[in-house]
């Protein structure tokens, strides 16, 4: 096409932008997270800058102005130059078109739907161009980022043919944050949310808090916990969702709340909040009216119902689909979804707890509205270490179904353990249902390419606070990039996610990228090793969560109990959930189900979830049962001392600031691992009565030196 003519129609339009100064040097503290834009070697600052040297838009949409601003912030971080705002294309220009303002454009858009977008390098009237071109100014947003994730990874710009749109179409954040700051399973200080000072107030942390999600695609956040306050839905609340909702919009983020089931009788006096009752529907409509009214673009609701103490339909002998159903017609004129929840066990329902959602959701497949997406946790308990995926995925093909993840870390070390969550989110949307045959993975289920779903979507309960580094830690940081990163792309390997998340995070220099990529990779294995290994699951300590329990058997709901879950006692250990125990295996389909029920055909890895076997029984090594646990506890304590180690190793290139923090949350890390193996040890032996193999030592202290420990003040757990 005419580029000088194309340039010459849109110079009237060119952004009229705020001048972008060079970012100030400032501390490493984490809290730029892997937007840093740190400079450059020398030698591959001209080389950058030449890719940049002016950008051209059309129009002067916040959006656009937004991804302009963000390639100058960029480009100047890393080579000091600021890229000028051009209306016409010239050497080294950076081009962000959509059809509607450049129709010749010279790449096609078909397929990129509203949020994808392609990058060519190529060349117009001579001039070498970096093109960019979406459907929208949002899909030219995450074009932009993409670039200047190549462009901090130390990847060549030279020669770009991308393109890329996201498969699945909701990629949320659940945050667990409560109305009055504090944050349950949160890890990294108070809410975000300041609730008491907005809508007035709007931080620039709110900001920048946008600007991380839209730059790896996520595009909407639940505000608040999921065990939630009706308060959150009066008008003052609303205004201050609206504050935020306003703030996020240019980058693409829709906001969405979390519901209290019983609110009309909270907060308006009904006398019932039975889903089927006219007045409650009325109520309901009305509540989502005003909330359209104060924020037009209002993704919908999420919904925890029915579930640990949370009221919901079945309180009134309704069913999980008459609730949703009811909560969907009340904001479906307004485009809105209705995101359910499938988090459900019963306190008056003796059956295997990892069956219970199954059995309430499987015979309601079919029967929720078109607006309604059922969200799924990653397995059938609660974001254990290693959970065998959840056998909803698959087993209802009328319905949408929603993966949600935790990527805070309540049962994985929370704060200060290296666990690097990227190979766990990865394993599950691997894992194959054969829900249709072979090939019918998780992802396939999620993306609603396996039963043909348009509505799809993937959630992560965040793992964000106020502190500076925003996550608890700088590597808990990159378990929010590997979910962003995934949700818009689950093909990802997640090694390679951990590769460009530590370029941009640290140094694209590979001295410092391998060696962290390796400690990440074979962290939450580690993890599993010290904590949960063989399939061992929820044996954490009460409540909080923090450390290891195994012993508790006295609290009230026998599924609140560790005891419950490893059924340990002189004979052998682990839970029987072939057709000799619960049948859980039952629940999936028949080539899963067949590879679970025998115990020679069940990965190890899974073992202990869904088998009870003797202590002598021989694993694939030809050791027991009994000492390959024990190896395992070793291994996962050794692999953190290797980790300390690896990371001394990097003092000489790492920032003073997060090398130290890093060493530090590393050795307490060891001392819990040891912790865990220890305290683990002394119980299971205590039950056992078997020697520890050769080699490994005996616990540091007797069994009820560990049961004494108390945490009462341990974070996250109100
Ligand atoms: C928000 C687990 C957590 C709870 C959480 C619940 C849920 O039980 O420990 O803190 O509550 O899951 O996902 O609803």
Same mark, same amino acid.
């Given at each position: 096409m005419n580029a000088r003519l194309f340039c010459r129609m849109i110079a009237m339009a060119a952004t009229a932008l705020t001048p972008v100064m060079a970012p100030v040097a400032q501390a490493e503290d984490g809290y730029d997270l892997w937007l840093r834009y740190a400079p450059a070697d020398q030698a591959r600052k001209p080389g950058l800058a030449a890719h940049a040297t002016a950008i051209v838009t059309a129009g002067t949409s916040p959006t656009l102005t937004i991804a302009t601003q963000e390639v100058q912030r960029g480009i100047a971080g890393m080579t000091g130059a600021i890229p000028t705002v051009s209306a016409t294309i010239q050497q080294g220009t950076l081009w962000l078109a959509t059809p509607a303002s450049a129709p010749a454009l010279p790449i096609k858009t078909d397929g990129l739907g509203s949020e994808g977008y392609a990058i060519r390098t190529t060349m117009i009237d001579g001039k070498a161009v970096t093109l960019i071109a979406a459907n929208s100014d949002i899909g030219l947003l995450h074009g932009a980022y993409h670039w200047l994730r190549l462009a901090q990874s130390g990847t060549s710009l030279d020669k770009l043919d991308i393109r890329s749109a996201p498969k699945i179409g909701l990629r949320l954040l659940n945050h667990w944050d409560n109305l009055n700051g504090t944050v349950e399973r949160g890890y990294a200080g108070q809410s975000i949310w300041d609730w008491w000072r907005l809508p007035d107030w709007k931080g620039p942390r709110y900001t920048d808090y946008a600007r991380a999600n839209a730059s790896i695609g996520i595009n909407g956040t639940v505000l608040n916990n999921v065990n939630a306050k009706a308060d959150s839905l009066t008008a003052p609340y609303i205004a201050k969702a609206a504050a935020l909702a306003d703030v996020f919009r240019p980058y693409g983020i829709k906001v969405y709340l979390s519901v209290k089931w019983t609110a009309p009788m909270e907060l308006d006096g009904l006398k019932t909040a039975d889903p089927l009752d006219p007045a409650v529907a009325a109520w309901w409509k009305a509540k989502a009216d005003e909330i359209y009214k104060a924020i037009p673009d209002f993704g919908g609701f999420l919904v925890k119902a029915n579930s640990e103490g949370q009221p919901g339909p079945q309180d009134y002998q309704r069913t999980h689909a008459d609730g949703a159903n009811m909560l969907a017609a009340a904001v479906k004129a307004h485009g809105g979804i209705v995101m359910w929840r499938a988090f459900v066990y019963a306190h *008056? %329902? =003796? *059956?295997d707890r990892a069956k219970q959602a199954y059995s309430d959701f499987k015979p309601l *497949?079919?029967?929720? &509205? /078109? %607006?309604v997406i059922v969200q799924v946790k990653n397995g059938a308990i609660d974001f254990q270490p290693r959970e065998p995926f959840h056998p909803l995925f698959g087993a209802m093909p009328k319905t949408p179904l929603m993966m949600e993840f935790q990527i805070t870390k309540e049962y994985l070390g929370q704060s200060t353990h290296l666990t690097y969550l990227g190979p766990l989110f990865e394993e599950v949307l691997d894992a194959d249902t054969y829900a249709k045959g072979k090939g019918s993975t998780v992802a396939k289920v999620i993306d609603g390419s396996l039963d043909g779903h348009k509505l799809t979507g993937i959630a992560g309960v965040a793992n964000i606070g106020v502190d500076r580094d925003w996550s608890g830690s700088i590597f808990n940081q990159a378990d929010w990039y590997a979910f962003g990163r995934l949700a818009w792309d689950t093909s990802l390997s997640a090694q390679d996610i951990a590769k460009e998340w530590a370029e941009m995070t640290f140094s694209p220099d590979q001295k410092v990228v391998q060696p962290i990529v390796k400690m990440m990779m074979g962290s939450r294995e580690a993890a599993v090793d010290y904590m949960t290994p063989l399939g061992l699951t929820h044996v954490m300590d009460t409540g909080h969560h923090y450390g290891p329990g195994p012993w508790v058997s006295d609290l009230a709901r026998p599924e609140w109990n560790p005891v419950y879950y490893h059924k340990a006692d002189a004979n052998g250990i682990g839970f029987d959930r072939t057709k000799t125990g619960s049948d859980a295996v039952g629940q999936y389909a028949p080539p899963v189900a067949k590879m679970w029920a025998n115990v020679k055909t069940t990965p190890e890895r899974d073992l202990l979830w869904f088998h009870h076997v003797p202590w002598d029984y021989r694993l694939s090594s030809g050791e027991t049962v009994w000492d390959g646990l024990i190896h395992r506890y070793d291994n996962g304590v050794r692999y953190v001392a290797d980790m300390q180690t690896t990371w001394a190793s990097l003092k000489p290139y790492v920032d003073a600031e997060r090398f130290a923090e890093t060493q530090a949350f590393l050795t307490i890390q060891h001392r819990e691992a040891q912790w865990w193996r220890d305290a683990s040890i002394a119980y299971f032996q205590s039950v056992s009565k078997r020697p520890l193999p050769a080699g490994s030592a005996a =616990? &540091?202290? /007797?069994?009820q030196w560990y049961k004494a420990l108390e945490f009462p003040y341990a974070p996250g757990h109100n």
């Open positions: *008056d %329902n =003796p *059956d *497949d079919g029967k929720f &509205a /078109d %607006n =616990p &540091a202290h /007797d069994l």
